[in-house]
T-cell receptor, first 115, second 111 residues
């Protein structure tokens, strides 16, 4: 069975600095998708970035980028120039066609941004 | 474009009561699912559907029931509420080529 592990329950970063959130996963499949979702205090789940396993290039969305290491089954999220609005819970998630596109989530990392 | 609409946002139930959480999407997505979020445990799948008339159990299905009579709607029924069902519930929908879109969540307290 697939699993997703986020080993950092909480992280802190100074405003304008860079922080990296870790995610590892376990799967025997070759076709899958990985995501980072942000959950602010409003509770809304907001997609930050997605990565298709077949793409070697790391995904980037403005200040957010990933380091996708397929062989190591690692999918970390880097936030550059951190802003106060980045403070939230961040979830790593996995899905695949063979799993009927069900999502498997990590336990989350709470990010605090210090002014 | 409303996306995924989930109601209610908050609910308090007494032990043994039943209720239905509503979920509707207007994006013609085939896949819909229900998750519960508990502190330190991430989101766990309760039930999911791959199309109208087709449902299946997820990781934590006990105490919950679902049906999918239309593409748009996927209600979650709590048959006899228990304090262990106190949680935040999310409905989500997606199609093959998109990420999941989530509703705003329901905070349910069972006393």
């Amino acid at each position: 069975a697939q699993t997703v592990t986020q080993s950092q329950p909480e992280m802190s970063v100074q405003e304008a600095e860079t922080v990296t959130l870790s995610c590892t996963y376990d799967t025997s499949e070759s076709d899958y998708y990985l995501f980072w979702y942000k959950q602010p205090p409003s509770r809304q789940m907001i997609l930050v970035i997605r990565q298709e396993a077949y793409k070697q290039q790391n995904a980037t969305e403005n200040r957010f980028s990933v380091n996708f290491q397929k062989a190591a089954k690692s999918f970390s999220l880097k936030i550059s120039d951190s802003q106060l609005g980045d403070a939230a819970m961040y979830f790593c998630a996995y899905t695949s066609p063979s799993g009927t596109y069900k999502y498997i989530f990590g336990t989350g990392t709470r990010l605090k941004v210090l002014a | 474009n409303a996306g995924v609409t989930q109601t209610p946002k908050f609910q308090v139930l007494k032990t043994g009561q039943s209720m239905t959480l509503q979920c509707a999407q207007d994006m013609n997505h085939e896949y819909m699912s229900w998750y519960r979020q508990d502190p330190g445990m991430g989101l766990r799948l309760i039930h999911y559907s791959v199309g109208a008339g087709i449902t299946d159990q997820g990781e934590v299905p006990n105490g919950y029931n679902v049906s999918r009579s239309t593409t748009e709607d996927f209600p979650l029924r709590l048959l006899s509420a228990a304090p262990s069902q106190t949680s935040v519930y999310f409905c989500a929908s997606r199609t093959v080529n998109t990420e999941a879109f989530f509703g705003q969540g329901t905070r349910l307290t069972v006393v």
